[in-house]
């Protein structure tokens, strides 16, 4: 090769230098050129992370990128975690797809130069719902921590650790049969005991599987009602008409009486005693101090034949009127009590003491009890049998007579949706507080039974 030759191509590599090393500290920086506009723009970067990771991560068929993205991540398989860059702005149809697992879909907008992180995708488990106990199931109570379940099951009680799935089984030894629904199960402050509303009333020590009592041995005649003291797992309140007794299960004796005016629903909290009392044209809400026995408090309350007290243990009191559907919140030590009502109401919960979660046959709605203010989270063609939130704080499942479903929100917007178990006529749905499990009773023969699905 002539020193001419050698000279030419200095000077070719020279010019390939400057032309090539802009061109790919451009694209390398995250820059663009889009040759249909004649314009420069940025790419993005898409932050993955799934639970439970290595989850395959597609991008959709319609995905672009610059030649640096093709460059790097082509013949590569993306899972999760993962670090996009590069990408062109788009709308992207991501797809997360795991062996065992349900796909995990969300559209995500890539703006020119904005990082996008998913750090809160949830793969569902795909199982089989496994059968807890072969005999129908009559009734069910979910504890005050929400740890565990006490389901009435052929002649026995059922107690579920919901996290870890284990089961204890306690003898009943009734004398009457029972029907589907026609009793409570009714848990003490401390989670440790149970009373039945049926038979004789008996009242279990879950721990030791031991009965304790009897309530019915210790009155004549019909009891319209039984509750908990708000702390000690040794009083409970019986009704008969319009009389409260205190019963005293340690000492097996009967401590306190209590006529309250009428045979309406009750609630004791905080050694206060509420009810509620209709008159001819107006409703009240009754207090009573238990330990001087006498009437300290009534407010007025919108005119209903019936009131249920529900959910007790908060600082507001939560009536319901189960006729017309509606749910007053009420402070009854505010200068102005009634705080709020909730129409077309069918069931809630508390997500924590400032937010609830309520539904209706078709809608589910979020509710900020401070603000006052009521968010649609979503509204379907389906009747909704139960919703209930999941303890990620970033979905909600619900069930309806197709199966149990999962909607995924961020900031309470929704985002995806899927159903995790196609089984017809599904209800009583619990999910575990490890989130591992769902619970729920469906179908077997001609009965009703209860069954576990692991979903994580």
């Excluded at 097996?252 to 044209?281: A, H, P, R």
Aim: proline share 4%.
């Amino acid at each position: 090769m002539t020193l001419w030759h050698r000279r030419i191509l200095y000077i070719i590599f020279i010019l390939l230098f400057f032309i090539l090393a802009p061109a790919i500290s451009f694209y390398a920086a995250g820059y663009e050129f889009d040759f249909n506009s004649g314009k420069v723009q940025r790419t993005g970067i898409l932050i993955i992370e799934s639970e439970p990771k290595g989850a395959s991560i597609d991008l959709g068929d319609k995905k672009k990128y610059n030649w640096f993205y093709d460059f790097f991540y082509k013949d590569e398989k993306m899972t999760t975690p993962n670090k996009l860059r590069n990408l062109l702005p788009d709308e992207y149809e991501i797809t997360l797809s795991k062996e065992g697992y349900y796909d995990y879909r969300r559209k995500v907008e890539i703006n020119p130069g904005q990082t996008v992180i998913l750090d809160d995708p949830l793969l569902f488990k795909k199982a089989e719902p496994q059968l807890i106990d072969s005999n129908e199931v009559l009734g069910q109570g979910m504890s005050p921590d929400k740890n565990k379940l006490a389901a009435v099951a052929g002649e026995n009680l059922l107690i579920i650790d919901l996290s870890s799935g284990q089961t204890k089984k306690i003898p009943l030894d009734l004398n009457i049969s029972i029907a589907q629904g026609s009793f409570e199960i009714i848990w003490s402050p401390s989670n440790k005991k149970v009373a039945l509303t049926l038979d004789d009333y008996p009242v279990f020590n879950v721990e030791n599987g031991r009965k304790e009592i009897e309530a019915r041995n210790y009155f004549s005649g019909r009891i319209d009602r039984l509750k908990w003291d708000s702390f000690s797992d040794n009083k409970i309140y019986v009704q008969r008409g319009n009389i409260i007794h205190q019963l005293n299960i340690a000492q097996k004796n009967i401590d306190l009486t209590i006529n309250k005016g009428s045979n309406s629903d009750f609630m004791v909290e905080s050694d206060n005693l509420y009810t509620t009392q209709k008159e001819e044209d107006s409703s009240s809400l009754l207090i009573y101090d238990l330990n001087k026995k006498q009437l300290i408090k009534k407010i007025s309350i919108p005119p209903a034949l019936n009131y249920i007290f529900l959910n007790a243990g908060q600082k507001l009191i939560y009536l319901y009127n189960e006729k017309h559907c509606i749910l007053y919140t009420i402070d009854p030590w505010s200068i102005f009590p009634l705080q709020d009502s909730i129409s077309n109401l069918r069931d809630f919960f508390l997500i924590n003491s400032e937010t609830m979660l309520y539904w209706n046959d078709y809608e589910v709605w979020l509710y900020d009890i401070g603000r006052k203010n009521k968010t649609l989270l979503m509204r379907i063609s389906e009747r909704i049998d139960k919703a209930i939130w999941h303890p990620d704080n970033n979905h909600l499942i619900y069930n309806t007579a197709g199966g149990i479903n999962a909607i995924e929100l961020k900031d309470w917007i929704y985002l995806s949706a899927m159903q995790i178990l196609d089984w017809r006529d599904t209800s009583e749905t619990i999910i575990s507080p490890d989130s591992r499990f769902i619970y729920f009773t469906g179908w077997l023969d001609s009965g009703r039974n209860l069954y576990k699905l692991e979903i994580k």
